[in-house]
């Protein structure tokens, strides 16, 4: 299984950019996807997943200004993140699993992608 994740970069604060992540190798249309970031010298985080349904849970910080969508025909999540903040810098990862509640609670989750970077400048 792998997690393909684009759509990283650099941009001004107050901007915008899309994350995409592609699963290859089986299929989550029955799972959950979402992401994950992590800032230099801290843990990483949780942003946002979405199940099978639908059904969405974003951390706090990014509700609002992050919205998560998912093709399950293409096996593909987007990240659509406007109002972009300095704070918002992370290498972003891609993470799938069978069970939504792995990835909303970041336990035991099996499958991330490699990371992409985010930066936003002030």
């Known amino acids: 299984v792998q997690l393909q994740a684009s759509g990283g970069g650099l941009v001004q604060a107050g901007g915008s950019l899309r994350l995409s992540c592609a699963a290859s190798g089986r299929s989550f249309s029955s799972g959950a996807m979402g992401w994950f970031r992590q800032a230099p010298g801290k843990e990483r985080e949780f942003v946002v997943v979405i199940n099978w349904s639908g059904s969405t849970y974003y951390a706090d910080s990014v509700k609002g200004r992050f919205t998560i969508s998912r093709d399950n025909a293409k096996d593909t999540v987007y990240l659509q993140m406007n109002s972009l903040k300095p704070e918002d810098t992370a290498v972003y990862y891609c993470?799938?699993?069978?069970?939504?509640?792995?990835?909303?609670?970041?336990?035991?989750?099996?499958?991330w992608g490699k990371g992409t970077q985010v930066t936003v400048s002030s």
């Open positions: 993470a799938a699993d069978p069970n939504f509640r792995s990835l909303l609670r970041n336990n035991g989750v099996d499958y």
